[in-house]
Antibody, heavy 119, light 112 residues
Framework: QVQLVQSGAEVKKPGASVKVSCKASGDTFTNNAIHWVRQAPGQRPEWMGWINAGNGKTKYSQRFQGRVTIMRDKSATTAYMELSSLGSEDTAMYYC????????????WGQGTMVTVSS | QSVLTQPPSVSGAPGQRVTISCTGSSSNIGAGFGVQWYQQVPGTAPKLLIYENKSRPSGVPDRFSGSKSGTSASLAITGLQAEDEAEYFCQSIDISLSGSYVFGTGTKVTVL
């Protein structure tokens, strides 16, 4: 059973970028589809994009296209999400989550990384 | 814009049955994409309760059940317990948004 452990909380200034990591263990890393979902305080989760950990192919939400980059390091069994041009509206909890080949649900989640954007 | 719409809140006494609706459209639920349901307790990540409309992952009590009809889906909780008090979200995929994963507006379940 795969486990996902994320990097710690971040505080950034407007206009900066943030990079969050998600380390996978307990399963063959390259068998997984790792997604990124964020949730602003009191709001519903919002899907940002995903990466096929095996071949590195990515797909992004139109809402974040051009501002988000998802990548992975197979040797480190870690996925990363980088979001640029941060604004206060990007203050949120950022989660990585796995989707299996069996269905389109997020069955395993990281613990979340709080990103605060403040001047 | 809300792609998947849920009632803001539902409540019930311990032991009762409550249902949560998730209303979509022909570009998501009605297009044949599966519906998932998540439970989220404050301060924690969402937990998958139901996948592919009605299937339960291992470890999820059978008090939770899901169904789908047309462009809508429902989650039912029978034998409501205090520990079920949480926020619940539905989720599907929307082809009008280039195959994006979309979440419902969320429903707060309160155990009276």
């Amino acid at each position: 059973q795969v486990q996902l452990v994320q990097s710690g909380a971040e505080v950034k200034k407007p206009g900066a970028s943030v990079k969050v990591s998600c380390k996978a263990s307990g399963d063959t890393f390259t068998n997984n589809a790792i997604h990124w979902v964020r949730q602003a305080p009191g709001q519903r989760p919002e899907w940002m994009g995903w990466i096929n950990a095996g071949n590195g192919k990515t797909k992004y939400s139109q809402r974040f296209q051009g501002r988000v980059t998802i990548m992975r390091d197979k040797s480190a069994t870690t996925a990363y999400m980088e979001l640029s041009s941060l604004g206060s509206e990007d203050t949120a909890m950022y989660y990585c989550a796995r989707v299996t080949t069996a269905h389109d649900g997020f069955d395993i989640w990281g613990q979340g990384t709080m990103v605060t954007v403040s001047s | 814009q809300s792609v998947l719409t849920q009632p803001p809140s539902v409540s019930g006494a311990p032991g009762q049955r409550v249902t949560i609706s998730c209303t979509g459209s022909s570009s998501n639920i009605g297009a044949g994409f599966g519906v998932q349901w998540y439970q989220q307790v404050p301060g924690t990540a969402p937990k998958l309760l139901i996948y592919e409309n009605k299937s339960r992952p291992s470890g999820v009590p059978d008090r939770f059940s899901g169904s789908k009809s047309g462009t809508s889906a429902s989650l039912a909780i029978t034998g409501l317990q205090a520990e079920d008090e949480a926020e619940y979200f539905c989720q599907s995929i929307d082809i009008s948004l280039s195959g994006s994963y979309v979440f419902g507006t969320g429903t707060k379940v309160t155990v009276l």
